[in-house]
């Protein structure tokens, strides 16, 4: 396994395509003093939830190459043979959630969930099925029958999208490298071209525990996040993007004002929900994503999908199983705890981010953290890091 000094000094060599391990380099929102509501896991991502894994490979090779995949796997190891009760919100449909209709027609998420970018999808959609049939044998029918889920966001500003540098052994190490702990954020796995509020960006990740009904559960969210313009750019309640016009390098292609990006979140929780339960979850990932400053513009896909660990034996063959769900009545603290980790793993993915240069020479900065921290002394929102 890479060292940490070890990763950082491959990703900065020119011409190396980077193979990332689910480890974060970056200083996060709350190290730099942006405060949050809630109280976080032990690793603030979405793998505080127990049994799911991330693996990342982050490709960044030359000037034009600024891309990857993400692969979370639901239960681990045994993703593959225990599928999840999961659901599946559309916010704003411009962009592309495979699997979709089969969630919600059978409400299990079955297998992994990869992030990529928008023309990359049937390649990682296609090599997931390749990893299926040499994963193991075929299914009662005899037949290796398999719906992968894989979503996306356009990062062709920065990467030479149409150059298709995603390659199927990209997913399957992916996959290997899924693991526990720590998520590296900003440009890395599918989020490494992404950019939001006109700023370097990524992917994000944070999590809540939360008590219902005398049981503590846990919430956790990861983001794809490449959305938004910079005026409505709002971090803490304080509206950034109005101060940081100055700092204004990349705008749109459609030109200004124009929300034309896209962002997936995922909601992963421990909690026993079940797929119209978890539909109710999802959507209250627009809330968070909102406090950020989108309002989910008509060139934004803005799809997310939540899923619960809880319920391992249930399964789409077999016996009867016996299920658990948490009461409607006990599910608002699984609400408000997926608004505050959506919250923040969008601004840790925003934080995360590093000025960039690509394709044909485009530059995006990264959001300069001296001046957010002075925007939020300016209006009392400053927290001194623990």
């Not at 690793?43 to 693996?55: C, F, L, Q, S």
């Not at 008590?211 to 509206?239: E, F, H, M």
Request: with cysteine.
């Amino acid at each position: 396994m890479k060292t940490l000094a070890g990763a950082l000094g491959v990703l900065l060599m020119a011409g190396t395509a980077l193979a990332a391990e689910p480890r974060a380099p970056q200083p996060r929102a709350r190290d730099i003093g942006i405060p949050f509501t809630g109280t976080p896991g032990t690793w603030n991502a979405i793998t505080d939830v127990k049994g799911v894994t991330v693996g990342e490979v982050t490709l960044i090779e030359g000037e034009g190459v600024r891309t990857g995949v993400t692969a979370i796997l639901p239960r681990g190891r045994d993703t593959q043979d225990k599928p999840v009760f999961g659901a599946v919100f559309s916010q704003n449909g411009n962009g592309e959630l495979t699997g979709s209709h089969w969630i919600a027609e059978s409400g299990f998420v079955e297998g992994p969930i990869f992030l990529t970018n928008t023309h990359s999808v049937g390649v990682v959609r296609d090599a997931a099925i390749e990893w299926r049939v040499k994963a193991g044998g075929a299914d009662a029918s005899g037949y290796w029958w398999s719906l992968p889920v894989v979503a996306e966001t356009w990062d062709g500003h920065l990467n030479e999208i149409n150059g298709f540098h995603v390659k199927p052994q990209h997913v399957f190490d992916a996959i290997e490298k899924a693991s526990s702990g720590p998520v590296a954020e900003g440009a890395t796995g599918g989020g490494t071209g992404m950019i939001c509020h006109e700023f370097k960006c990524g992917t994000g990740t944070a999590s809540r525990l939360i008590k219902s009904d005398g049981t503590t559960y846990t919430v956790g969210v990861l983001v794809q996040a490449n959305y938004g313009i910079r005026d409505t750019l709002t971090v803490a309640g304080v509206p950034v993007g109005q101060h940081l016009r100055d700092e204004m390098v990349y705008q749109a292609p459609t030109g200004p004002n124009a929300d034309t990006g896209s962002i997936i979140i995922l909601v992963a929780t421990d909690a026993p929900l079940l797929p119209h339960q978890l539909a109710r979850v999802a959507k209250r990932a627009t809330m968070g994503l909102a406090r950020v400053g989108s309002y989910a513009g008509n060139g934004s896909g803005d799809i997310f999908l939540a899923f619960s660990t809880a319920n391992d034996a249930a399964s789409q063959a077999g016996a009867p199983a016996n299920i658990t769900m948490l009461a409607n009545e006990n599910m608002d603290p699984l609400f408000r705890g997926t608004v505050e980790a959506t919250e923040e793993a969008i601004v840790n993915a925003l934080v995360a981010g590093r000025d960039m240069t690509g394709t044909q020479g485009r530059y995006v900065k990264g959001i300069p953290q001296d001046a957010l921290v002075d925007l939020l002394k300016k209006y009392g929102r400053y927290q001194k890091p623990e």
